[in-house]
Structures are given as structure tokens and as C-alpha cells.
């Protein structure tokens, strides 16, 4: 097994955008993985989208085998140490376990992390790539759909090559998760995980432009789409333009590459939405220094889409919630720096929307000013339809038409994955849902392309350490 | 309140938690010690010729977790002088007076060696004295401890000697390193043990380390083998106890020993014929505070009980222990799942559908929930579904009515005998 350079926390992060959630101990996690059961036909597998061997990870923990409980994970999910920390665990595995009722549920998230973390530091690579097959394949984006792809093609056989727009590869996992949940050192280790089978990553290259679709195409007899989603599309609001209005992927973006904007120093934050990324946008201007952050949103805390614990762990934060608000116009001064943002009160009107949410109308006379130093965008990211379009597949609104089981769009060489299909009821828009479908296209391409060599190849994906003992 | 105070033999302290010959009675100040935590007696760490240790003595089995389920060791008797013990009994026994302290000893056997000890120890002021021929390790390679154990006639012939010179009670204990516990147990009280003691440790090789390939535990490289102990070794002094208790030809009152961590396992041993304990491993755990634990927990009990005595225990359940041919054939249990508190881990049907008969199903209820169904039909009544179930009352082993009447093996086979006979009298009778 190779060893390859050990990979931990940057000591140059600021101390409160270091990882919050302190890794477990050998002794706790040992305590931990003793009292999970062990559970057969376990619900916690069958609640992970990828469906990681739960109770086998763990009982490789319990019985000193980090190293094999490491490798069951990022078997199952190649980005399964960025999982560890941002999963939904409470929705997920977690939330399934079955001592849930009787006792704690087993930390399963925190396990998770405590193998990947041993893998990470002793420097292991886990996996090794198949007996070269002769084809190519090109992945677009090497976020975590991008990546589980790449490195599922790479132990196919596959020669891979995968396209990244952005200057570091990793995705929305290295650039647009807070890095106090999720820092850097973790995707850049998956990264480096696929890079040590072969996989080129050609970062800096954006396909259209860098790149053109019918070059790719050409260049490979398969191509994954996995571009994600764009940055924050505007509103249209008066005074988006100011000194101070800032997109919520852009400024996560900005605190994971150690450009801190220093402008939230003692200033009125607003960020409009109410998703993760506006509660991931709140609590960085919090860290940032802002001395009021307010979440301003336009329906109540049972349409908002934040998961729970996010929305407890924004008010712990000391952030504010300021519901049934819609923003009208952002007010500048003369110097075209943001002073506040108007807005006016909803109430709800009796009327369901077709996605079976509240529908809100504006109360009369009820304009009012939030003072405000920076106004955050979180509503949404935007559909890469151009992309779509060079592809020349059939898409709705950037969202490709697929095969919801294999991401097969209709080109016949063209499957897409990750938050690129998120709307089409394909999946949740999660790191571990994004993986999967990664994991799905690889396996219907590998499918498709080494035909009955397929079963074989499937065969031979078996632990690294075993393989060299045949 | 209960009585807790017991008589062993004659011996009497004020509860029946006994420190056993070992490490922690190794000295005054820690018997003295002992005493004041609320132990009821001690019985002294084995006196004989003193010895030289290794360095590196003890190692445990860990399991799932948990610390010292099993404990081995490889410390020999006393290393002090007897004139240093003797004096620090005198001491000990002047300030706890009410206490039972008792003396373990180990001579060579010869018959003068033993008069000799006995007649020092029992100057110093013991209330009694227990003889070690169960050591399994170091002095059985000297011709003693369960080197002479394991020879009944030796057992018996050194119990004689011991009790030649005796007037305090003789406890023997015995190894369980030998095939048949009662045949060294009934040599004892030919030999005129006023009582015996058991479990010693059994002979153990803790482990073995994964990285250096040495033993555990070694020293400087070498490792030899051990005495066992600790809560793993529980059923086997359990059963020996049982099986001395209920063996006639024995008789005499037995102290218990092996694996005593708790009040509970105190109450079983003195179920099974126990007059008394002796505990260890749980205080080398835990520190000697841990008997506060046992006699309140044995006070609870026995008030619950309406036991006005703690000796009304003793050999309460060993009428029900017996042979495996005195067993009902036509008794049984089904196991039972109780689907309000089962938690569908489905540990049960897996251990039944790969290990034992194949009769838990699992299905899905028309609301879609999973659950566990016994085929009762099936179900042998093992029991193996109850064990690894987690959840305390999701798996009841229930006894369904009689079919058929009592039957055991024996009778059976007697019946089966006397049909032959009946056969071959009218195979004759028609020859």
C-alpha cells in the first residue's frame, strides 16, 4: 500500500474557522463503536444513500482494524470523510439507528470520521485502479458527484480525466462548505485519494470555454456531468449593485481560500434565505466579526429549508430570525455603500403554492428599514444551462433530463450526477446523494462500455492489501 | 437489616465477603486496610519459605470494551519474611479482633514442615488456617502448591499432617486444574479438612501481543503460563462449587472463590453451597471500597427476600443442580418476541437462522413496519435469541404446558431396558 504524505488542518486557518467539532479520542471511540449492536439487515445502511457497511466499520474500529473500517467507507463513498462531517447524520444513519428510544444513537458520524481521519494521517491510499481497459472517460466538476465518479471509472479500469473550473478540485466540499464544518484538508485528501489511481485533474478548465463540449466529447468514449451549480443568480432587487451586497456561495468561498473579507468587522449583517448556505453565510459573519447578523426570509421556520440542527446551531450562534420578511430595495449612500434593506411584512393568505407550501401576501403599509452594513444573497444557486446546451443534451432550465437510476441523459454517451440534476426529484442535493449518483453513473457506464468484462472487473475491486497478497 | 454474619467451619466474621490469599492481603497495613473498608474477613497471603518474584507479574483479558473480564497472574507466595507476616497478623488480628483472619500456607510436604508453620501461625493468633495446594505456577515446579494438589493421596496425607498440629479450623483449597474437583475435595476430608475453598486460579496464558509476538504477560522475552481469575472464570468455580456441594461423600462447608465481583454472584456461590466468600480480582479492579458495594447490595437483597439471615442462603439451589439424565425430556420453552419492546436489530434472527433452528422470520406488517416472528413450532428453546437480544424483556423464553409427562433420559432409558428385558423373557417363553 502506497503511503502517501500526511494531510491535516492548515495551522494558517483563523482559530474560529477551524474545525468546530473535536475529532473523537482512540479511547471514546473505541467506547462508542463497543456499543453499537452490530445490527443484521442494519437500518443505518439502508438509510445511507450510499449505503456504507455501518455496523462493519465500526465492529473494524471496535476490534483495532481502523485502517479496514477506513476502507469500508470510502469503498461505499469516495468522499465518505467529508460526509463524516457534513452529513445530515440526525436525518440519515444516524437518525435510524435503532437505539434510538432506548439510548443514545450510536455516533455514527463521528466514527466515520475517526477512521477517515486515521487513513488521512497515516498517510494511506485505500484503493488501487483496474486493469487498464483502454477507455476514457472525461468528468465534468470534481465535486463529490465528479469525484465518486472518477475514482469508481478509475477502479474500473477506466482512464479518467476531470474537468474543474475552479483553481482547486474538491468542489462545493472545498469551496462552498464553511470550513468550520468542513475544512479544506478533508476533500483535498479524496482528491489526492483519486489522484493516486490515475486520474488527471485539469483544474482551471472550464468547459465552453476553456474547453469546448465537442473537444471533450471527442477526447472520451464516456463523459460525466457533474458541474454542480453556478453562484447566487440576482434578484432583481434595486441596489444589488452596492458597495456590500454579497453572494453567500462567493463569501464562503472567499473564508475557505484565507481571503477573509475584513468589511464584517462590527458590522449589521442581512442575509436573505433561509437554506444551509444562508445559515453557512450567517455564522461566517458571525466568525467574521459582525457585531448583528439577521436572517431575513420570506416565509415562516416551517417552510425553511435549513435542517434543524443548522437553525439551532445559527441561534447559538446569536444569529436572528426574522420571518414573513420580504426585501424590497437595498438602500446605499452616497457613496454606494450599503446602509439597509427595505423590506416589507407577508402574512399568509390561505393559499398553497403546487409545491404544497404557504403562500404569502404582503401586509399593507408595512415597509420597513433593516439597517444594514452587508446584505448576503442566499436564494439559490444557478442553473448551468449554457453547459447543457453545449452538451447538447435535453435539459430543463439547466437540469438535464436523465435516467433517475444510472444519470443517462440523452446523449447515450453523457450521464449526469450531483446537484447539477438537483430539482429533478432525482435526489436530495447532499454530498452523500451527490456521491451515489457519482457511484451510479460509473457503474451504468462501466456497464455499457466493458460489457460482460464488467461482472469481472466488479470482481477485482477488493481491498488493495488483499489484492497484493494473490 | 439482615444478619450478614456468617461461621465457616467455626471460623466467624461479620460478613461473608473474605479477602482471598492474594496480592491484596499481602501485608498489615493492607488487611488492616481492608478491614476498616468493610471487609469481613481476610484470609493472609500464602506464608511458606519465602520466594523471589519476577518483575512483570500480571495481565488481563479485556472484552467489547470493558476492563479485566478475566485477570492472570504469575506471582509466587509471600516474598517477606514469616517473621514479619507473623508479627503483622499478631497486629492485625489485636485491632480487628471480630474479624476473620486466616492464614494461607504452603510447606513442602513433609510432615514436620507442616507442624512447624501451624504451630507458628496459629501463635500469631489466626482464627484458622487454609492450606494452598492449588498454586498453579512457580511452587507447583517445587513440588508444591497444585503440584501437590493434584495428587489426592498427597491432598489428603498433608491435611493430616496440618491437622495433627491444628486446633484452629483447616480450610483446604483446591485446584481446579484436575479432571474431577470432588475426588481431591473428598481426599481433603478424609484428611480432616474442617472445610475446603475453591476455585485457586486455572493454569493461563493471557495473551499474546500482536506487534512484538511476545507474551502477556513476559519478562524480558520469556513468558510462562499463569493462574486465571477474574469474572470470566465464575462458572467454572461455580459449577465446581456446585458439584462439591452436592457430592455426600464431601460434606463440609465450602468458601467460595472465583470471579466474585459483585453481591449478586456472592448470593449464587452461597446458593450453590457456599458458606462464605472470597473475592480478588474485583478489589485488585476497584480498590477495597468495592465490598461497601457488595454488603449493601446483599443487605437489599436479603431484606427484599425476607431473609433474616444471610446463612439461609447457603445451598438453597443445590437440590436443584444435578445430572443431565435427571432432566426432563418433555419440558419445554419457545421464545417469545415481545414486539412493543423489541427494537429490530434482527440480532436474533441471524444467530437462529445461522447458527441455531432456522425459526425467526423476519417480516413486514401491513403498515409496513418490520418486526421478528418465532415459528414456534420450530423453536427448540435454546435460549440463543434471548443472549444476544440488547434489550432487556424483548425476548421472553416461555414454558408451554405439558405435553407428555415427566420423563427424563434415565427413565427412559430404564424403561427402554426393561422393555427389552420384557422381550427377550417372551422371546424365551415363545422359544
Known sequence: MAIHHRISEDPSVPSAFREMVPPLSRSAAGEESNRCLYCYDAPCIKACPTSINIPSFIKRIATGNTEGAAYAIMDANPVGASCARVCPTELLCEGACVLNGTAEPIAIGRLQRYATDFAATEGLQLFAPGAPAGISAGVIGSGPAGLSAARELARFGFQVDVYEAKSVAGGLDSTGIVSFRLPTHVPAWEVQQVEALGVRFHTGVRIGSSLSAKQLLERHDAVVLAAGMGYVPPLGLEGEELEGVHDAIRLVEATKSGRMPSSFTGAKVAVIGAGNTAIDAATCSVRLGADKVKIVYRRTGAEMTAYPFEFEFAKQDGVEFEWLTQPVRIIGDEQGKVTGLECIRLEADGRTGPDGRRLFSPVPDSTFVNEADAVVFATGQQRLAPLADQLGISHQNGIPEVDPMTGLTSNPRIYAAGDVLHGTGAGEATVVSAAEQGKRAAAAIARKLLGEEFESYKRELVPTRAAENV | ?431
Not at chain 2, 309 to 317: A, C
Request: with cysteine; glycine share 10%.
Open chain 2, 1 to 431: 437489616m439482615a444478619d450478614l454474619s456468617i461461621s465457616l467451619a467455626g471460623i466467624t466474621s461479620p460478613n461473608p465477603f473474605w479477602l482471598a490469599s492474594a496480592p491484596p492481603t499481602n501485608t498489615g497495613y493492607q488487611v488492616q486496610r481492608a478491614f476498616e473498608a468493610g471487609w469481613g474477613g481476610a484470609v493472609w497471603k500464602t506464608l511458606g519459605e519465602p520466594i523471589i518474584n519476577t518483575s512483570s507479574r500480571f495481565a488481563a483479558v479485556h472484552f467489547g470494551g470493558k476492563r479485566v473480564a478475566g485477570f492472570n497472574n504469575i506471582e509466587l507466595i509471600s516474598d517477606r519474611p514469616l517473621e514479619v507476616n507473623l508479627k503483622e497478623i499478631r497486629e492485625t488480628k489485636k485491632r480487628f479482633p471480630k474479624h476473620a483472619l486466616v492464614a494461607s500456607l504452603m510447606v513442602e510436604p513433609k510432615r514436620e514442615k507442616w507442624h512447624e508453620i501451624v504451630k507458628r501461625v496459629e501463635d500469631a493468633g489466626v482464627d484458622g488456617l487454609e492450606l494452598n495446594f492449588g498454586c498453579p505456577h512457580g511452587m507447583a515446579e517445587r513440588g508444591m502448591g497444585a503440584a501437590s494438589g493434584q495428587q489426592p493421596d498427597l491432598v489428603e496425607k498433608q491435611t493430616m499432617w496440618a491437622k495433627e498440629a491444628a486446633s484452629t479450623p483447616v480450610i483446604v483449597k483446591l485446584t481446579p486444574n484436575i479432571t474431577d474437583i470432588t475426588v481431591t475435595a473428598r481426599h481433603a476430608v478424609m484428611g480432616g479438612a474442617d472445610a475446603i475453598s475453591l476455585i485457586n486460579t486455572i493454569n493461563s496464558l493471557a495473551g499474546v501481543d500482536l506487534e512484538s509476538w511476545n507474551t502477556i504477560p513476559h519478562v524480558g522475552g520469556k513468558g510462562a503460563h499463569g493462574g486465571y481469575c477474574g469474572p470470566a472464570v465464575k462458572p467454572i468455580a461455580l459449577n465446581m462449587v456446585a458439584e462439591c456441594a452436592r457430592d455426600p461423600k464431601v460434606g463440609v462447608p465450602i468458601s467460595g472463590i472465583g470471579g466474585i465481583s459483585s453481591w449478586q454472584d456472592a448470593v449464587e456461590f452461597m446458593l450453590m453451597g457456599a458458606a462464605g466468600v472470597q473475592v480478588c480480582t474485583a478489589a485488585m479492579h476497584h480498590g477495597f471500597r468495592i465490598v461497601e458495594e457488595m454488603v449493601d447490595g446483599l443487605n437489599r437483597y436479603l431484606d427484599r427476600k425476607g431473609l433474616a439471615s444471610v446463612s439461609e442462603l447457603i445451598g438453597q439451589s443445590v437440590p436443584r443442580y444435578s445430572d443431565w439424565g435427571n432432566l426432563d425430556l418433555n419440558y419445554r420453552v419457545v421464545a417469545r418476541i415481545h414486539q412493543d419492546v423489541c427494537i429490530n436489530c434482527n440480532k436474533c434472527h441471524i444467530a437462529c437462522e445461522d447458527t441455531s433452528h432456522q425459526c425467526i422470520d423476519m417480516l413486514t406488517g401491513s403498515s409496513g413496519r418490520p418486526y421478528l416472528h418465532v415459528r414456534e413450532d420450530d423453536c427448540v428453546g435454546c435460549n440463543l435469541c434471548s443472549i444476544v437480544c440488547p434489550v432487556d424483556g424483548a425476548i421472553e423464553m416461555v414454558e408451554l404446558p405439558a405435553a407428555a409427562p415427566v420423563l427424563t433420559w434415565n427413565e427412559r432409558q430404564r424403561a427402554l431396558a426393561k422393555l427389552g428385558t420384557d422381550s427377550m423373557e417372551t422371546e424365551a417363553v415363545e422359544g
